[in-house]
């Protein structure tokens, strides 16, 4: 960990003492990758483990003035090898998205949520069929992933990371409409679908734009969850959906 003082040419920079993440055999400089979990605090470090058959590893560090520490490495791999691993954090749903290379030679993608200084994941897509060596990762405010790689000639491929940090899968695409009633799990009921008007809500502001929130609820203010526009409260009880 290292601490910077001053600015610009005048700028220095002091370093703690280093942390072993991990004490076995990390197989290879390009299959190192680090990012910063803003929504936990933490440092997510991605690996190969040259002592467990090459298998994919992601480790979660604290850091404490200039001192980090690890907790239990975590395996993203399944039963794949993994290589040109590296990751990067989606702020919009605090999760990381770690991409790499398969025993395959596919290129592939998965989701990493952290708590506390433990990872657990998420189901891997692919997203090149082929040889994608030297993987590269970023992401913007909305929880897309740009990934970059070569087969060859450079190719990109944008992947939206799935679901909102809440664990919910709605997205724009698959937003259908709101129930007008209560419905229990596993019953059926009526949607009214975009275009509508739903009338048994209370204590709504009329004029205001309501937005549906990742956990189903609806609110007047838009975070960074990646809520969806609903529509315009016409009363007290009743929103005009959005079409």
Do not use: H
Not at 51 to 75: L, Q
Not at 196 to 208: F, H, M, Q
Not at 218 to 232: K, N, Q, V
């Amino acid at each position: 960990v290292g601490t910077v003082s001053g600015t610009g040419a005048n700028a220095t920079i002091s370093w703690g003492d280093a942390a072993v993440f991990y004490s076995g055999g990390v197989s290879g400089g390009n299959s190192i990758g680090i990012t910063f979990d803003s929504g936990n605090n933490k440092v997510v470090i991605v690996y190969r483990d040259q002592e467990d058959n090459n298998y994919g590893y992601a480790g979660v560090g604290t850091v404490s003035g200039t001192d980090i520490t690890f907790g239990t490495p975590a395996k993203y791999s399944g039963t794949s090898s993994s290589i040109w691993q590296q990751v990067a954090y989606s702020s919009a749903q605090e999760r990381v998205v770690i991409c790499y290379k398969n025993s395959s030679a596919n290129g592939v993608a998965i989701e990493g949520t952290v708590s506390g200084t433990d990872i657990t994941f998420g189901t891997a897509l692919t997203y090149q069929s082929g040889t994608s060596d030297q993987n590269a990762i970023a992401s913007n405010l909305a929880g897309l992933m740009a990934v970059n790689w070569t087969n060859g000639t450079g190719e990109t491929c944008v992947i939206t990371v799935g679901g909102t940090k809440d664990g919910t899968n709605m997205t724009a695409a698959n937003f259908l409409g709101v129930s007008n009633e209560a419905i229990s799990a596993s019953s059926s009921g009526e949607i009214v679908v975009k275009g509508g008007k739903i009338d048994t809500l209370s204590g709504l502001t009329p004029a205001s734009t309501y937005y549906v929130q990742g956990d189903g609820t609806i609110a007047t203010t838009s975070g960074t969850e990646l809520e969806l526009e609903l529509g315009m409260a016409v009363s007290a009880t009743t929103v005009a959906i959005k079409n």
